[in-house]
């Protein structure tokens, strides 16, 4: 009765969990957006910015390879597991010794990477001046202690989560930004993109080590602690974790194909598509991110308990949800695309000639966010049922495949040419994805996601046209009117769109939000009169 009235209770929690990590993600992205204004303002697009981006890739594939950014999806199943079978200690037991061993090694492999960094930069960024690789070796030592952090905060999280704590997983991406735009603004006119990169390791410091543990803390028996040991657990969350380890899925690879390709394609090819990738990459954190970390929980908790169908069910309705939102945002992002990227980045050193060139990248990369958002809500259906290795293996095969793609599409057409790969590329993985759950699951059941799609396409197509042929009248006030006014005619249409077509599922977040919101306008008034 009590695990009944307990899952009742997470059921009732998942879309509350879910909008506090939308919001957390919404806000974090807003505050990249001052991030990212910064770095555009202070060094517009450069080759030092180009350097600054391919800092990231040695960290990057780093993080990749120790599961750093993926410990949710591999512990949180395990972890629920033991608690659910053996109890309270033996799960203990689990995160200390997965903590510890993941975390030395972290140091470990950090120190080796930071001592041979020149010759990996060397190797990967031949495209590179001499100068910019310099550059790039430098930022590179700095940034690279960072995973360390984001390796150990990540764990500690996942336990968290379990444990149905998410202040943490909320404030991390906050704290993160908020180092990197303080020290950007304090050191960047001295230092240069060394600032940024200083910010970077702040921010990991704070956000995902200082704060998890001061949460952690509160938690009752549940202490924090270091363990090295190869135990039988360990070997079994390695043993799941193997695939995120070893596989490489376009998740991540599309942004160091860019990265590798990019810096053969000249000075500001690196730089442009990053801009244009942030901005296309806040409605797949907002809504792919955000249902897929706030179901993973309860999904795995109800594959542990044989409650299957139930599952098939949540993962239908997440999937269906996400995919109406990411319709609407895809559009909205590619008829907003130019106002938006004067508005974020058009300021000091960043021109109107840069802005014209990212603005044409983010109307490409709108195309995927759809695909973006179903990709990471379908790969749960797998995760959550422990099932790493598959869609890894399949996810590893359209990256490798698309390699040519990227290189042929590159040549011919640049900076353009790796977003269209990108999208291509992306959009057959989440189909494939999704089919490949339907397929070995019974489930999600293709004709609904189908009605889905229809619907929320005529409505974001109404949108967008409403939207092309309202915003250009805010033009006298310059970009910030088109932006406002052309967004507000994208968000009424959509609503009222919606409303009329919209699914059940899609018309109770939409129509649901709009209506809790009008009721606390209408309560402050009402407290307002009241006074």
């Not at 510890?100 to 960094?117: D, E, F, I, K, S």
């Not at 959550?384 to 042929?408: E, N």
Request: proline residues 4%; glycine residues 10%.
């Amino acid at each position: 009765m009590a695990d009944r009235e307990h899952d009742a209770a997470s059921g009732v929690r998942l879309p509350a969990v879910a909008a506090l990590l939308a919001g957390s993600v919404l806000l974090s992205r807003l505050l990249g957006y001052v991030r990212e204004m910064v770095l555009a303002w202070e060094l517009g697009v450069s080759g030092e910015v180009d350097a600054y981006r391919a800092a990231f890739q040695i960290p990057d594939l780093l993080n990749y390879f120790l599961a750093g950014g993926a410990f949710s999806i591999a512990f949180i199943p395990l972890y629920q597991q033991i608690r659910s079978r053996r109890g309270e200690a033996a799960a203990q037991a689990l995160f200390a010794s997965v903590l510890g061993t993941l975390t030395t090694a972290a140091v470990g492999v950090t120190a080796l990477l930071w001592w041979y960094a020149e010759p990996l930069i060397d190797l990967q960024f031949g495209g590179f001046d001499a100068s910019t690789r310099a550059l790039t070796v430098r930022l590179t030592r700095i940034v690279l202690p960072a995973q360390i952090f984001f390796v150990a905060g990540g764990i500690l999280r996942a336990v968290l989560m379990s444990h149905g704590h998410f202040a943490s997983q909320a404030l991390a991406p906050l704290l993160y930004n908020l180092g990197i735009i303080a020290c950007g603004i304090v050191l960047t006119p001295s230092l240069g993109a060394e600032g940024f990169a200083w910010g970077v390791l702040l921010g990991a410091v704070v956000g995902n080590l200082v704060v998890p543990v001061a949460e952690i803390s509160r938690v009752p028996d549940l202490p924090v602690r270091l363990r090295v040991h190869f135990g039988s657990d360990v070997r079994a969350y390695l043993r799941m974790a193997a695939p995120l380890m070893l596989g490489i899925t376009l998740v991540t690879a599309d942004e160091w194909y860019d990265r590798w390709f990019g810096s053969q394609l000249g000075e500001g090819v690196v730089s442009v598509l990053a801009y244009a990738r942030y901005l296309m990459q806040l409605p797949v954190a907002v809504v792919g991110q955000a249902l897929a970390t706030a179901a993973l929980p309860l999904l795995s908790r109800m594959w542990s308990e044989g409650r299957r169908s139930e599952l098939d069910a949540l993962v239908l309705s997440t999937l269906r949800v996400g995919l109406g939102l990411a319709l609407l945002a895809a559009a909205a992002s590619a008829v907003l695309a130019e106002p938006l990227v004067s508005v974020v980045y058009e300021h000091g050193s960043f021109g109107e000639a840069d802005a014209r060139r990212v603005s044409v990248l983010l109307g490409i990369f709108a195309f995927a966010i759809p695909a973006w958002v179903t990709q990471q809500i379908a790969l749960r259906a797998f995760y959550a049922r422990g099932q790493m290795w598959t869609p890894m293996l399949l996810g590893t095969t359209v990256a490798a495949g698309a390699i040519p793609l990227y290189l042929s599409l590159g040549a011919e057409r640049g900076a353009e040419g790796l977003a269209l790969a990108g999208v291509a590329a992306m959009s057959v993985n989440a189909v494939l994805t999704v089919a490949l759950a339907r397929m070995l699951h019974g489930g999600p059941r293709i004709g609904p996601l189908i009605a889905t799609a229809g619907r929320a396409f005529v409505v974001a197509a109404v949108a967008a046209a409403g939207c092309a042929w309202v915003a250009p009248m805010g033009r006298v006030a310059g970009a910030p009117g088109e932006l406002i006014l052309g967004a507000g005619t994208f968000a009424a249409v959509s609503l009222l769109g919606v409303m009329v077509l919209g699914d059940a599922d899609l018309r109770g977040v939409l129509v649901g939000r709009a209506r809790n919101y009008a009721r606390a306008l209408g309560g402050g008034r009402a407290d307002s009169q009241r006074k």
